[in-house]
């Protein structure tokens, strides 16, 4: 590999490489209060666990002493505790004790396991790998504390994310596999101009559903589509009952498999019974979803602009192939950098 990232398209190992620098979510938190969470990211298995007191640990799933998987293990105290011997790793991967032991002070200096830095933001908890090249993703109009919102059920796919990421945002796909939910969808897509600022990529387009989408959300005029490569992409609704939205994000378990976590969102008269019901009809729409990407070949994401056919319907899902490339390119120079300043 050359330092010159950008003469061909990343490979699969480019994007395993840049992904290292990505925050992905590992687990909802309401999910922690029942004990310690497993979550593979990128082939590397992890514990998560919640604190006594209510902080929030990654570390490496494997305790230091004899291999057995912390995440069977139990919170005790600041801690998470090995299922097999006892041993009590912090969250910052140190071992604080050891019950074999009469006198702690013998805990051996060399016992420690991998830790990950936290960040929590919409009820999930997000770790990275190795020093990330952006922040957790955001979006300006989503306010936790004005929005009534609320997650649906995490789903797993035999694929690599960015294929859901993308279907997320596929106009075209509506009219064939979602007309059983959101109703006839015109199978021509008007010309399509998407915005992409940086690793950002924007559309807003006029659209009109089914009854019972519109008995679900209101009746819909417009939809704002806000990508954020690599793993994130949001549908902001404005409808005749006001704005709702709907936040999907992902994580990589390996190169071509992942896990996908969702919230739904709604202002003015949404509340926590239309949260339920809306979770509950995006449900059925992302099963219709899953049954198809599920099958999708490859299983990763082409970044060759060349490797498929493409019309311009496909406008904005090449614009997020295109930031998607952007995020690895730049992780990889970052990368490249922090290699020759080290050495």
């Known amino acids: 590999m050359t330092d010159d990232h950008t003469s061909v398209p990343p490979s699969s190992e480019d994007v ?17 209060r029942g004990g ?14 919640l604190t006594e007191s209510g902080a929030v640990s990654v570390v490496a799933d494997r305790c230091a002493h004899r291999g057995a998987q912390l995440s069977m293990g139990k919170v005790c105290g600041e801690s998470i505790q090995c299922p097999y011997h006892g041993w009590e790793w912090a969250g910052d991967g140190s071992c604080v004790r050891i019950p074999s ?6 805990i051996p200096p060399l016992a420690r396991i991998p830790s990950y830095p936290v960040r929590l933001q919409w009820g999930l908890v997000w770790t990275t790998l190795e020093e990330p090249l952006t922040d957790v993703p955001d979006v300006p109009w989503f306010d936790e504390d004005s929005w009534t919102w609320g997650h649906g059920e995490p789903f797993e796919l035999p694929v690599a994310f960015g294929l859901m990421i993308e279907n997320f945002r596929d106009v075209a796909h509506f009219a064939f596999v979602h007309e059983a939910t959101l109703g006839p969808q015109p199978a021509v897509v008007e010309p399509l ?9 924007t559309l807003r387009r006029k659209m009109e559903w089914g009854d019972g989408a519109s008995s679900t959300w209101g009746a819909l005029r417009e939809i ?52 339920e019901k809306a979770i509950a009809y995006d449900t059925a729409i992302y099963a219709e979803d899953v049954a198809v990407v599920s099958k999708v070949q490859p299983p990763e994401l082409p970044l060759d602009p ?7 319907a496909d406008r904005y899902t090449l614009a997020y192939r295109e930031a998607f490339a952007d995020f690895v390119n730049q992780a990889l120079a970052a990368r490249s950098a922090i290699r020759r300043t080290a050495g």
């Not at 395993?16 to 922690?32: G, I, K, S, T």
């Not at 060349?306 to 311009?312: F, P, S, V």
Request: charged share 20%; glycine share 6%.
């Open 16 to 32: 395993a490489l840049a992904l290292r620098h990505c925050w992905q979510p590992v687990a909802r938190l309401e999910d922690l």
């Open 36 to 49: 310690p969470q497993r979550a593979v990211l990128l082939d590397q298995p992890l514990a998560v666990f």
């Open 101 to 106: 032991l009469a006198d702690q002070r013998q």
């Open 193 to 201: 101009a998407p915005a992409k600022n940086g690793l950002e990529v």
């Open 224 to 275: 704002g589509y806000h990508t954020i490569a690599p793993n994130f992409t949001s549908g902001r609704f404005f409808t005749d009952e006001g704005e709702r939205c709907l936040l999907h994000v992902s994580r990589a378990i390996s190169a071509t498999e992942s896990v996908h976590y969702w919230i739904e969102g709604g202002l003015e008269s949404f509340d926590a019974e239309s949260v």
């Open 306 to 312: 060349n490797a498929q056919i493409d019309t311009l």
